[in-house]
Every structure is written in structure tokens, then in C-alpha cells.
């Protein structure tokens, strides 16, 4: 790909970065990310940091206001005195759902204003398998 449209489509994310974030106010994307990597079942804190390319700070001043808001709880995990598993609550199963369809609703709508909305939506979903792929590199290589 030419540099000019790695430029274009690094722009482009930052700006569908923002139209998401102002979807969902009540959830900003920080918490939003972590709420939907532990939906996706990465239940420890250390996973969820690798797999959204943070450090363990940020992940737990994430997962602290989370749970302070009772949309995540902390549970023991037997046979490991020093690691907790995270689960979302009902509260935070509702919040991660209706953030999601607000912020599908502002996608749907661009995507709507594309030459080719299916292969546009296509493209965006290969970008996450991508993502996916590197975070398990960086896991594998930890």
C-alpha cells in the first residue's frame, strides 16, 4: 500500500475513532475496550493488557473505575493467591451492549456513505483479525 494511503486510512481511524467515542457518553472507549476484552474472555487483568496493547497501570486504573461503577468484578482464582479473575456484571453485560449498538449505529451510518458498505465493513474486520493476530504475538512472546 502507498504511503499516502496508509496516511488516508490512519486518519480516517483516528476520525471514526472520535464519531464511536461520542456514541456511547456514558462508557468512554478506554473502558468500553476493556469491557469487551473481558466479554471476549480475557478474564485477567495482565490478558487484557497485552491484548489491547496497554500497560498494567492503565488496565488497572481501567478495571478500578469499572468495578467502582459495578460493571466488573473481581473474583479470586483458586490455586493463585496473586490473580483475579475479571467478570463484567449485569450492569456492565448492559452498558457493553448498549454501547455497542450506539456506537453500530454510527458505523452503519458511514459505512452507508461508501462506494461498497459489505466490503468496506469486510476490510474493517480483516483490520481486527489483524490486531488479533499481533496481540497473540506479543502474548506468545511474553
Known amino acids: 500500500m502507498p504511503a499516502e494511503h496508509s496516511v488516508e486510512a490512519l486518519r480516517a481511524l483516528v476520525r471514526m475513532t472520535r464519531l464511536l467515542e461520542s456514541a456511547s457518553p456514558d462508557l468512554s472507549l478506554a473502558h468500553y475496550r476493556v469491557l ?40 479470586d482464582v483458586s490455586g493463585d493467591q496473586r490473580a483475579v479473575a475479571l467478570r463484567l456484571t449485569p450492569q456492565g453485560e448492559r452498558a457493553l451492549a448498549e454501547a455497542e449498538r450506539s456506537m453500530l449505529v454510527r458505523l452503519e451510518q458511514v459505512l452507508a456513505h461508501t462506494e461498497d458498505p459489505t466490503r468496506t465493513a469486510d476490510g474493517i474486520a480483516r483490520l481486527g483479525a489483524g490486531l488479533d493476530a499481533l496481540a497473540d504475538e506479543r502474548v506468545a512472546a511474553r
Open 36 to 75: 469487551a476484552a473481558v466479554a471476549a474472555g480475557e478474564g485477567r487483568a495482565s490478558r487484557v493488557a497485552a491484548r489491547l496493547a496497554l500497560g498494567k497501570p492503565t488496565v488497572s486504573a481501567n478495571v478500578d473505575a469499572l468495578c467502582r461503577r459495578g460493571l466488573l468484578t473481581r473474583d
